[in-house]
């Protein structure tokens, strides 16, 4: 080989490499979780809406089924980007990697994480391993000016426990056809809350990670009944502590058990790459798969 077309090959083979890097990442490629997308009818029979279902990659049984709902950015990507937000803007892949892989390390967390819960969450991992879930994200509409219980949510949240429910379970034999919870970031937090808490007979689980829910706490915390597994998640730096911890106490003063988790970070990408999908993953497999 001559040593011009040595050179040229070099840099087509260099070129390839850039283009990869700048294409972002390549979905259903993780050596941990297996992925596909569905599409389905849209809310009440509008326009299709494709979803992203992801599971561990080799995994054998049912596995519990857990929706995850991403928050307002990438609601502004629209239809064809937004419900991507999970597996590719918060590295939801590599959360499974690492809880597949366990012990958890700090950079799990993204260095978001203090040593006692760091500890506690793998002796609880030593006892009993993570076995996985079948996650599903659809895309989450920006309905943050909304009322609580307002028909454009209602409608979201019959789709929800409905329609995506039941067609995960067609397409995606290891879903569980009993086992499910719901979760989600900021705005997908608040619609957790109001989808999960609105269908118990569909929903064992329910998260809010950081969830937006300023001004609506009241109507909100009211939704809850005894029965299911709820657990807010937040951290030091999130401007909607106060009134995630305002929802703890409204359950509190209810009677109702739940799980109010405050660990460090900021409302960012960078806390959703590291507790958000870590916990997401963690408390779903804990209190759906046992």
Not at 67 to 83: C, F, I, Q, S, T
Not at 120 to 135: C, K, T
Not at 258 to 264: Q, S, T
Request: aromatic fraction near 6%; proline fraction near 7%.
């Amino acid at each position: 080989m001559s040593r011009a077309l040595a050179a040229l090959l070099f840099v087509f083979a260099a070129l390839l490499l850039v283009f990869a890097a700048l294409a972002g990442p390549v979905r259903g490629q993780s050596s941990a979780v297996e992925s596909r997308e569905l599409t389905l009818p849209g809310v009440e029979g509008g326009a299709s809406e494709t979803v992203w279902v992801g599971w561990p990659r080799g995994a054998r049984g049912p596995l519990p089924l857990v929706v995850a709902l991403h928050g307002a950015g990438e609601a502004r990507r629209g239809r064809g980007r937004g419900h991507l937000g999970w597996p590719e803007d918060y590295a939801l892949e590599q959360a499974f990697a690492a809880l597949l892989a366990a012990p958890l390390s700090s950079e799990a967390y993204r260095g978001l994480v203090d040593e006692a819960h760091l500890a506690a969450r793998n002796r609880a991992l030593a006892a009993r391993a993570f076995r996985g879930l079948v996650v599903v994200a659809p895309y989450t509409p920006n309905l943050l000016a909304e009322s609580v219980g307002a028909p454009s949510i209602l409608a979201f949240g019959d789709w929800v426990a409905g329609p995506l429910l039941d067609a995960v379970r067609r397409e995606v034999p290891l879903a569980s056809p009993d086992a499910a919870g719901i979760d989600g970031v900021s705005l997908g937090g608040r619609m957790a809350l109001e989808v999960g808490l609105r269908h118990p007979d569909r929903f064992q689980s329910v998260g809010a990670i950081q969830p937006a829910v300023r001004g609506r706490v009241g109507a909100i915390a009211a939704l809850a009944r005894p029965g299911q597994a709820l657990r807010l998640l937040s951290s030091r730096r999130d401007p909607f502590l106060p009134a995630t911890r305002a929802l703890s106490e409204a359950w509190t003063s209810a009677s109702l058990s739940h799980e109010l988790l405050v660990v460090p970070g900021p409302h960012d990408y960078v806390f959703n790459r590291g507790p958000g999908s870590v916990e997401l993953l963690y408390f779903h497999d804990a209190v759906l798969g046992r």
